[in-house]
Nanobody, 127 residues
Framework: ANLVESGGGLVQAGGSLRLSCAASDRSFNYYAMAWFRQAPEKERELVAAISWNGGTTYYLDSVKGRFAITRDIARNTLNLQMHSLRLEDTATYYC?????????????????????WGQGTQVTVSS
């Protein structure tokens, strides 16, 4: 089972991008999923998360109102729509999945070996 991200690229500040994460099988439809990002010389941070049934979402304060996380059950896909991109959004973005039914994003405070990760997709915002 794996996750494959796509949709990254170079965009001007103020622009938009849509990231997608394709899951290899339907079991991920029952997993909590999230987008993390890591910029050079910075720690990885949780950007957005969605519970296994889509009932709850979480957003990093700096992306609230600009990013939207959704999941497409029929296509086994997780999406991150990003608007009004800023220079500080530049990072490698990673899709993650966790076999957990909690509605709380706190489950992402602990990363375990059983979590799934994509290979990452680069987002570069230019001025």
């Amino acid at each position: 089972a794996n996750l494959v991200e796509s949709g990254g690229g170079l965009v001007q500040a103020g622009g938009s991008l849509r990231l997608s994460c394709a899951a290899s099988d339907r079991s991920f439809n029952y997993y909590a999923m999230a987008w993390f990002r890591q910029a050079p010389e910075k720690e990885r941070e949780l950007v957005a998360a969605i519970s296994w049934n889509g009932g709850t979402t979480y957003y990093l304060d700096s992306v609230k109102g600009r990013f939207a996380i959704t999941r497409d059950i029929a296509r086994n896909t997780l999406n991150l729509q990003m608007h009004s991109l800023r220079l500080e959004d530049t990072a490698t973005y990673y899709c993650a999945a966790k076999d957990h039914r909690s509605q709380s994003a706190k489950v992402w405070e602990i990363i375990t070996p059983s979590d799934y990760w994509g290979q990452g997709t680069q987002v570069t915002v230019s001025s």
